[in-house]
């Protein structure tokens, strides 16, 4: 599996990226009003247009200025959440019926697997956890060849 992190601070060329999008995404991403989200899909959709055809499955996160798109020929999810996000983590991990919710790392954890499986919409996949900085990042997927495209960007394994 191919993985692509990009931090849109390092993005440059906003006019390359918009010649990669398809005129179905090109009019999307003209009706965003928030210039992080507008950017957010602006660089998924272009990662996503280039590779389409290499992979079979591809799944698109994006947390603040990060934005990955993980793809593979096998099943594969992958979300991005703030780990330093302060919440009420059991009265979240009670509404979300996740057991054993003791930390913020716990409560991650647990959201971004959920989060992860649920772009797969595929039981049984197996998950990888990692942290990029103040990121908590979950990849599920049977492909235990992992390649981190970018590698000023290769987070930590949890």
């Not at 009670?94 to 649920?118: P, Q, V």
Request: net charge neutral.
């Amino acid at each position: 599996m191919n993985i692509y992190i990009t931090d849109l601070t390092t993005i440059c060329n906003h006019d390359t990226l918009i010649n990669k999008l398809s005129p179905q995404d090109l009019l999307r991403y003209k009706s965003f009003t928030r210039p992080l989200r507008a950017a957010q899909f602006l660089v998924a959709h272009a990662i996503k247009n280039e590779i389409n055809g290499r992979f079979t499955y591809i799944s698109i996160a994006h947390k603040d200025n990060l934005v990955i798109v993980a793809a593979s020929n096998t099943p594969i999810g992958i979300d991005i959440e703030d780990a330093s996000k302060q919440r009420d983590f059991n009265s979240l991990g009670n509404f979300m019926d996740f057991s054993n919710i003791k930390t913020a790392d716990d409560f991650y954890r647990a959201f971004t697997l959920y989060e992860a499986e649920y772009k797969t919409r595929t039981a049984q996949l197996q998950p990888h956890f990692y942290k990029l900085g103040k990121h908590m990042i979950c990849v599920v997927s049977n492909d235990q060849d992992i390649i981190w495209v970018n590698p000023a960007l290769v987070p930590e394994q949890i």
